[in-house]
């Protein structure tokens, strides 16, 4: 007897979603949403408006005295979690060459892989959840009070209370990392529950700012499931659930207001003749979906938002396309959900972030591992800048764009030639040097392989 995903056989969803079939060889594919929507349709509907996310961004200001005394190193000017945004011209001609191919338009990145403290996308998602509570325990029990600057927080007095709570949460990297991090600074007891495919590195650093690091050989969902688990067993003790949270999604949708004041400040117009593309690497889908969600409700239908997803790990293109969301994982059909993308590395979609934005998604891509690194050494050759394998999957956007047509929309295809094209980095700057000199190195390598087999099919 066929074993029943969600109901139906392999064969039956193979037969109802053919690209499955490329999915399960773990093939690149791209998919083009056919359940988007035009913005002002569905923006009545939408599960958390604008006014909750200019909070969040108040909340991370309200913090702001607070970053600056706890992390000095961080050197914060003016105590803000932002990153910035840079035109990469000489990548794009990169691109262009290696890939035989024009890209219309202008090429940017938003660098969240330099976020100060974490240096990765989670420094939004993870450290807003993080102050949210905070000073929820902080108001309540009379640390603080309106008009009080936050700084107080790093008092050792303060930081002793904050060691009667436990926070906990299940990661492959870069979310335990922000928790870990923060968490320990305002001084809550923190263990970060990490996947198999966590990098050593990632932990030996969780570990010295004081962490606890529970280690599994299962991936993503299990070291989830464990860690929600052994949460509920402790006392006064706070789980950051990435599979279905609110307030993660609502950080990372702060970072739209950020890249709307980026573009104005350049000059860059969005607007139905001036198309916003995003290229978004995409793990559980709560960093990507939260982004996506806020640039919605700013731009509208002026942008379009795309998720990059690992070849071995598309687990919100499957959750997406099927319409089963968090109900069906890669491991159902076979795929593997092995990847040196470790951020992306994920078998099953955020139960939250996947279907708040499921008529907001332009499309999906995938991309082999291969590819994420020869961009890594490509990106650091032209343009001296270090991110981790899985923050290169955006990268490869404007080239699936191209080549397979993922956006198809009329008014898109007339305006091309004007298009603003923003690849997302999302992690990178915590990277030891040793091991960005691997990456870089598997890169060159690559690279020359491919240029080899290109030469001798010429000849």
């Given at each position: 007897m066929n074993h029943l995903i969600a109901g139906k056989t392999k064969e039956d969803w193979v037969q109802s979603y053919p690209l499955l079939e490329r999915m399960m060889a773990m093939e690149e594919v791209?998919?083009?949403n056919g359940r988007l929507l035009p913005y002002q349709q569905i923006s009545d509907s939408l599960p958390i408006a604008l006014d909750e996310i200019y909070a969040a961004e108040k909340l991370f200001q309200r913090f702001a005295p607070f970053f600056k005394v706890a992390f000095p190193e961080a050197d914060l000017e003016q105590g803000n979690i932002e990153s910035p945004l840079v035109e990469i011209a000489e990548m794009k001609r990169e691109l262009e060459t290696t890939y035989n191919m024009k890209i219309p338009g202008s090429l940017l990145l938003k660098c969240d892989n330099a976020l100060p403290i974490a240096g990765s996308i989670k420094a939004r998602g993870g450290f807003y959840e993080i102050i949210k509570y905070t000073e929820k325990l902080a108001l309540a029990n009379g640390l603080l009070k309106e008009g009080d600057s936050y700084d107080r927080l790093y008092d050792e007095e303060?930081?002793?209370?904050?060691?009667?709570?436990?926070?906990?949460?299940?990661?492959?990297?870069?979310?335990?990392?922000?928790i870990g991090i923060l968490s320990a600074k305002i001084g809550f007891n923190v263990t970060v529950h990490m996947s198999s495919d966590a990098k050593q590195w990632k932990k030996d650093l969780l570990r010295s700012y004081g962490a606890v690091v529970t280690e599994y050989t299962a991936d993503f969902s299990v070291a989830v499931k464990n860690g929600r688990l052994w949460c509920q067993a402790q006392e006064n003790c706070y789980f950051v659930d990435d599979e279905d949270s609110r307030d993660l999604f609502i950080g990372y949708a702060v970072a739209a207001l950020e890249l709307k004041r980026q573009?104005?400040?350049?000059?860059?117009?969005v607007d139905m003749e001036h198309p916003l593309i995003v290229y978004l690497p995409c793990g559980v889908g709560g960093g990507p979906g939260g982004v996506t969600y806020g640039l919605k409700q700013i731009f509208g239908d002026a942008v379009h938002c795309v998720f990059a997803e690992p070849t071995h790990s598309p687990s919100v293109l499957l959750g997406l396309m099927t319409r089963q969301f968090h109900r069906v994982s890669v491991q159902d059909?076979?795929?593997?959900?092995?990847t040196d993308a470790?951020?992306?590395?994920?078998?099953?979609?955020?139960?939250?972030?996947?279907?708040?934005?499921?008529?907001?998604?332009?499309?999906?891509?995938?991309?082999?591992?291969?590819?994420?690194?020869?961009?890594?050494s490509q990106l650091y050759r032209t343009e001296a800048l270090t991110l981790e394998p899985s923050a290169l999957a955006g990268l490869y956007g404007p080239i699936q764009l191209l080549k397979h047509h993922v956006l198809k929309q009329k008014t898109l295809n007339v305006h091309i030639?004007?298009?603003?094209?923003i690849a997302w980095a999302t992690g990178g700057n915590l990277v030891p040097s040793e091991n960005m000199r691997a990456f870089i190195s598997q890169g060159d390598k690559l690279l020359q392989n491919t240029r080899n087999t290109l030469e001798g099919s010429e000849r």
């Open positions: 791209s998919w083009q303060v930081r002793e209370f904050f060691s009667g709570y436990s926070i906990a949460v299940g990661s492959t990297g870069n979310l335990g990392l922000s573009l104005d400040h350049k000059g860059i117009t059909f076979g795929i593997d959900n092995q470790d951020g992306l590395a994920v078998g099953r979609s955020s139960k939250f972030a996947v279907p708040a934005v499921k008529h907001l998604v332009t499309g999906i891509y995938t991309v082999e591992d291969e590819e994420l690194f020869k961009l890594l030639d004007r298009a603003t094209h």
